[in-house]
């Protein structure tokens, strides 16, 4: 098993559980323990863990993974997710993105559409598309699109979601409108609306909700239920929830009670 890989199940072993085991991780990942106390140790110099005297717990009291080690979390899901967002923005709209691993594959869903940078869009010349982003991964992949107009929020990025926050971001979000705003969340609750798990992201995210005409949240249904530290906005806020199929009945019908209208891929 190399590295990274061994890196990606420790830490998915402490988003899981809060903690993890030097000994039950090397038996489980069928390698020494002096390899998973040097993969605790650099993961922790990384600030992504906290070792502790036989192992390691959950960095600080939200737990949140860094993005590059999301990425293969629910892969299937967000990329059918990603699709199916794609397909709600039509060809002219100004569409805001938040950051996360979700809405990175609406992102690249919406990169392939022909009618978006197929030959007939790229012969009319202009825009087929306006992205607001404050996340730099996701600038960074649609900016080589020519039929897209990237607009990049400014802001202090932060190295776990890639994500620009702070008054530089918020100054940009007072001064447009969208016609959709795409959000990724860390968790979304029937009682409490949505929630990331920082508050400088919350803070960008809540505004890019409120300049928007329509609200879709993009979420694996991991996600449903769960609380994280900063709320973003209430459900009265958000339109459309796009999540996979494995999102419970009657969580389904409790999204629709709220005027949430739920798409399942």
């Given at each position: 098993m190399s590295r990274d890989a061994r890196w990606d199940a420790l830490l998915e072993l402490v988003g899981k559980h809060g903690r993890v085991d030097v000994e039950e991780a090397a038996t489980a990942l069928d390698v020494s323990a002096a390899t998973i106390r040097r993969d605790l140790d650099q993961l922790a110099e990384q600030h992504l863990l906290t070792r502790t005297r036989g192992g390691a717990v959950a960095h600080g009291v939200s737990y949140e993974l860094a993005l590059r080690y999301k990425t293969g979390r629910h892969a299937p899901e967000k990329q059918a997710i990603g699709r199916?967002?794609?397909?709600?923005?039509?060809?002219?709209?100004?569409v805001g993105l938040t950051g996360g691993t979700t809405?990175?594959?609406?992102?690249?869903?919406?990169?392939?559409?022909?009618?978006?940078?197929?030959e007939t869009a790229v012969a009319g010349g202009q825009p087929t598309l306006t992205v607001v982003t404050n996340a730099?991964?996701?600038?960074?992949?649609?900016?080589?699109?020519?039929?897209?107009?990237?607009?990049?929020?400014?802001?202090?990025?932060r190295p776990q979601s890639y994500e620009l926050t702070g008054p530089l971001?918020?100054?940009?979000?007072?001064?447009?409108?969208?016609d959709v705003a795409?959000?990724?969340?860390?968790?979304?609750?029937?009682e409490r609306g949505a929630y990331v798990h920082h508050e400088g992201e919350a803070s960008v995210n809540r505004l890019l909700a409120e300049r928007a005409q329509r609200v879709v949240?993009?979420?694996?249904s991991s996600k449903i239920g769960k609380?994280?530290?900063?709320?973003?906005?209430?459900?009265?806020?958000?339109?459309?929830?796009?999540?996979?199929t494995h999102i419970g009945a009657e969580a389904r019908d409790r999204f629709g009670e709220a005027g949430v209208q739920v798409i399942t891929v």
């Open positions: 199916a967002v794609s397909g709600l923005v039509a060809v002219g709209e100004v809405v990175t594959e609406v992102a690249r869903a919406l990169a392939v559409r022909p009618d978006i940078v197929g730099l991964n996701i600038a960074s992949e649609l900016a080589i699109r020519p039929q897209i107009k990237m607009v990049v929020t400014g802001g202090v990025a971001a918020v100054g940009v979000m007072n001064e447009i409108t969208l795409v959000l990724g969340v860390n968790a979304i609750d029937i949240v993009a979420a694996d609380r994280a530290f900063a709320r973003v906005c209430d459900l009265g806020l958000v339109d459309v929830l796009v999540t996979d």
